[in-house]
């Protein structure tokens, strides 16, 4: 079996809506460079997407919309009416050749999903995928087609695995959320900035399912400005929990780096330290209660070089279980290749200095408020007992 699959295709950078957008393809070439550069990636392990079947994409999305999407993406241009379902919007722009795109990153995800169904690999990343917000008949948030509800439903359709869908990107996985909010075979766990500061604005611990979902969707909506620790501390007592009662057969996760301290577009305060110790987690929690099965997505992150590149560059090492040396440098011939682009000085070593980060004022507080979310959580979910092991509490 192969250690695991790195899903990429040069075509990822055709999803792109403009010059200027946020969500810029360098994010993916930058990280595909530093990879290289750092010699993570023997190109055996590297698997290209297939561009899905328009049945496939139905697994997701109606038939109304794809129509709507092909046709706009002939001629890039808005048709009367397209801003009801989310298109043509700042946020998600029209472009000429948006269906293809779009479908790719969900060719992407599917790649990823069917070396593990077919026991080729254990693990599989498409850092393209992640695309959270996109609805069965709408896009949201900078997504046009929702690579991991196709994804898990096809792993349902075709193994009838429960699935564990887990994130931490900044922003609450509302298009994941609502399309198994009645399903009791998909578990939907998110940690995300409150809605009550940031989009889309749901993500509330009381959602928590319907009908027979019941139970199976929990969220932990954090406080702006929640730093590494107290984002850890609600990661470690919830997830492993999660996975110990409902047993999942596979994991799919989204792994959004938008709640870094310098993401423009959240406010949270995470740093490399985040983001290396929840796949180090996932690692060993996927060994342990999901048959060791395991698929990673990208998503949000809006630093394009000063952090996306560097934070998934550590979450496909820890997919492979290697070690990164913790004072390890960025090489001098990425920085070569990217400071040019950036605005900012590009950081030269692959994990943050903390000393770089001033530290957050009330963080104690913080910390407060997101215990009461895990208490608010243990009564929602009494069998789940999330506030065991109470010892990992920091709260100086
Ligand atoms: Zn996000």
Request: charged share 20%; net charge negative.
């Amino acid at each position: 079996m192969i250690p695991a699959i790195f899903v990429y295709d040069d075509d990822f950078a055709k999803y792109q809506f403009s010059a200027d957008h946020p969500f810029n393809p360098r994010r993916l070439q930058a990280t595909r460079s530093l990879l290289d550069a750092l010699d993570w990636l023997p190109s055996e392990l590297v698997a290209h997407p297939k561009m899905p079947t328009l049945d496939l994409l139905k697994l997701g999305h109606s038939s109304y919309y794809l129509d709507l999407v092909q046709r706009i993406s002939e001629s890039g241009r808005k048709t009367y009416g397209i801003e009801r379902l989310g298109l043509g919007t700042d946020d998600n722009p029209v472009f000429v050749g948006m269906h293809d795109a779009a479908a790719l990153v969900v060719g992407g995800t599917l790649t990823a999903a069917l070396a593990v169904v077919n026991g080729d690999t254990n693990r599989a990343v498409n850092l393209a995928g992640g695309l959270h917000h996109a609805g069965h008949g709408h896009a949201s948030g900078f997504c046009i087609y929702n690579d991991v509800v196709v994804a898990i439903r096809w792993i349902r359709r075709e193994t009838g695995w429960r699935v564990l869908y887990v994130e931490t990107d900044a922003h609450h996985g509302d298009g994941v959320q609502d399309a198994f909010y009645s399903d009791p075979n998909v578990f939907f766990v998110s940690l995300h900035e409150t809605g009550r500061h940031l989009f889309p604005g749901t993500g509330n611990v009381e959602e928590t399912g319907r009908g027979e979902g019941r139970g199976t969707t929990l969220n932990v909506p954090l406080s702006p400005a929640t730093d590494d620790d107290s984002w850890l501390d609600a990661f470690s007592r919830v997830v492993p929990r999660v996975m110990e009662k409902f047993r999942p057969d596979i994991v799919v996760s989204q792994h959004g780096c938008d709640g870094h301290y310098w993401d423009p577009l959240a406010d949270m305060c995470a740093t490399t330290r985040f983001y290396d110790q929840v796949p180090l987690w996932l690692s060993d929690w996927v060994d342990r209660y999901a048959q060791g099965r395991w698929i990673a997505t990208g998503g949000g992150g809006y630093q394009a070089l000063r952090v996306v590149p560097r934070v998934w560059s550590i979450l496909w090492r820890r997919m492979l279980g290697m070690r990164i040396p913790p004072t390890l440098l960025v090489p001098e011939a990425w920085l070569k290749t990217w400071q040019p682009q950036s605005g900012a000085l590009l950081p030269q070593a692959l994990f943050d200095n903390p000393e770089e980060f001033h530290p957050i004022k009330d963080r104690h507080r913080i910390h407060q408020a997101n215990q009461d979310v895990l208490l608010k959580l243990n009564a929602l979910f009494p069998d789940f007992n999330f506030l065991a092991n109470l010892d990992i509490i920091d709260s100086n």
